[in-house]
């Protein structure tokens, strides 16, 4: 056996760790809350539908703005609450995707897609929880303004937890969309897939949607067959990371192989194949022969590749 990589200390997984205490039985009182917005120790997180707004710094830059900043932004669409850190009130404030853009233009903000400020590490990492948590609830509110029930445009409710029908009466909640993504192994292989949507030399875990009535290891089975022709037997659980694109959890596993002979979806994957561990120790440290490489560590599937590297999973 070749020698073992040094791959380093293990890095944060992002959006994960939240230090937000979401004090949700204060989203009913409206006095409450507005008493929580008043505070002057009340900062709001700015999204404009796929765009986080933040005021431009050395290197690190503020995505927190007070209330007259918001106001002074302009644009500004629905507003939640998201709970207090060490009793200081946050919140997420939506702006149009028009007013985000215009906003580049402004020497004194910088404007850019989360994934951007997660993996370039543009805000001091204990704001990506509530920025992540912020983004998903507003994405809701944009693509939920009429009633699914009846056409009526609704009432926003709850702090912003909740949007009512004046016509029927129906209640819509904020939902999160379950997603299973693995790690296949046999022994010191593992199967990596390749989407269409993927940087040129990137290779990741398989996933996929939890469908209704579908048990955790049960997605695991049915979406590793699926895209790859692979059986699986034993799943374990790994662990879960909120992922706002737009609202989903991945939830992350391991699962044993069955057999070997791969055959592809190619409506969902451009490729997939066995790497050996080796290989995939050369790709997470960017020294694979063919350039090849893994997932950044902001996203769950490096943190589940890199368990399996590591010795903590394994079913032989």
């Known amino acids: 056996m070749s020698a073992r990589i040094d791959l380093g200390p293990k890095p944060t997984l992002g959006y994960t760790a939240s230090r937000i205490e979401r004090a949700a039985e204060l989203r009913t009182d409206e006095a409450a809350i507005a008493r929580l917005a008043a505070d002057p120790r009340s900062r709001a997180y700015v999204v404009g539908v796929e765009l986080i707004v933040m005021k431009k710094g050395s290197t690190v830059h503020d995505p927190l703005f007070t209330g007259d900043e918001i106001i002074a932004l302009g644009g500004s669409t629905e507003t939640v609450f998201l709970g207090l850190i060490n009793g200081a009130p946050r919140f997420g404030v939506g702006m149009t995707a028009a007013a985000a853009e215009a906003l580049k233009d402004k020497e004194q903000f910088v404007v850019t ?125 790994y662990r879960s990371q909120p992922w706002p694109f737009p609202m989903s959890l991945m939830i992350g596993a391991h699962a044993a192989a069955l057999n070997d002979d791969i055959t592809v979806d190619r409506s969902e994957l451009e490729d997939a194949r066995w790497f050996t561990k080796a290989e995939v120790e050369a790709m997470m440290m960017r020294r694979h022969p063919d350039g090849l490489t893994t997932p950044a560590p902001v996203a769950i599937a490096h943190h589940i590749i890199r368990a399996w590297v590591d010795g903590e999973f394994g079913f032989d």
């Not at 001091?124 to 509110?141: D, Q, R, S």
């Not at 056409?151 to 969309?177: E, K, Y």
């Open 113 to 237: 897609d989360l994934r951007s400020v997660a993996v370039q590490g543009l805000v001091a990492p204990e704001n990506l929880p509530p920025i992540a948590e912020a983004k998903a609830v507003l994405h809701w509110h944009a693509r939920h303004r009429y009633c699914s029930n009846c056409g009526a445009f609704t009432s926003v409710l709850h702090a912003g937890w909740r949007r009512d029908c004046p016509q029927c009466n129906a209640q819509h909640f904020p939902r999160t969309d379950p997603v299973v993504i693995m790690l296949t192994t046999t022994g010191e292989r593992c199967l990596l897939g390749r989407s269409p949507r993927f940087a040129p030399t990137m290779w990741s875990c398989l996933a996929g949607f939890v469908e209704p009535g579908e048990a955790i290891e049960d997605a695991v089975r049915r979406e590793t067959l699926e895209e790859s022709g692979i059986r699986t037997g034993r799943v374990t659980y």
